[in-house]
């Protein structure tokens, strides 16, 4: 019996059988390109490819990711595709929020990528922030963990929060988004754009915050020159930093107080150069989290960089496969 048949058999174990022996895609989808992988079933990149949006939007995306996974499917076998998305997915409807990617507001990329792939073949689709910690858990910094939480600070900041093994999507899968929580005293109107946390301790954020203290080099101001800026011990820049880690300080602590998880690992653009502050934050947060909690809890840097949403991916396709 050929795989298309054998994956088609409605004995649930026997397909399931058959499929954790064939290689999963995973593809990540970002507001400025899209990385995709086949993987076996043990991890190992089988083959790695890349392509810029190079201005895309809408329907022009939804067919890029959709031409990926069909070709994954043909030439390398791959049973099925997880994809994540830089925004919300609204599983109940099938479509996606991704306000990076013009056009998709409520764009319905489940359908889409349902139709372009083989019949036998499984398509699930997640935030990238759930596939952040799926990639961490499953072979990054907390392998084998059940109760973890990453925190993804880049352009945006979300955390992906896995809980007795179960990702936290909340009601309307809006769970995670951290860039609002409230950290900060007095209200302020750009707060509504972004959301307080978001709005100091981001990549863009922290830039914010430099130039709302009079931050000056000669050039553009970037979160990398803030960064060597700190290094070579220029005061204004070591108060930017210096607050930031403040902040993530206290949304790990919140974390932890919320959540009791064994892990919580960093990662996104932004760390990089903010690896190093890991144990300035851990002690931050231990002036605020529950005493009991943040004793049994582990800070760590993603060891998969920006590869994690990739791992993270192809895990989706496996678990809803297998």
Sequence with gaps: MNMRNLLRLRDGPARATFAAT???????LGGTKLAAAAFSPEGEILHRES???AGKEGDAVGELVADVSRRLADEHGCVATGVCVPGLYRSNKGTVWAPNIPGWDDYPLLAQLCAAVPGYHN?????DRA????????KGSATGARDAIFIAVGTGIGAGILAGGQIVRGHGDVAGAIGWLALDRP?????KQHGCFEDQAS????VRVANDLGFTIDGQITTASIFEACDRGDEIATRVIDNAIELWGMTAANLVSIFNPEMIVFGGGIFGPAAKFIDRIAREARRWA???AIEQVKFVASSLGSEAGLY?????GMIQST
Excluded: C, K, N
């Excluded at 990549?203 to 922290?206: S, T």
């Design 22 to 28: 064939m290689p999963y895609a995973g593809i990540d």
């Design 51 to 53: 392509v810029l949006l």
């Design 123 to 127: 398509v699930t689709i997640d935030s």
């Design 131 to 138: 596939a952040y910690i799926l990639g961490e858990t499953w």
């Design 187 to 191: 209200f302020r109107e750009r707060y």
């Design 203 to 206: 990549g863009p954020g922290i």
């Design 290 to 292: 529950q005493p009991i």
């Design 312 to 316: 993270g991916a192809a895990r989706l």
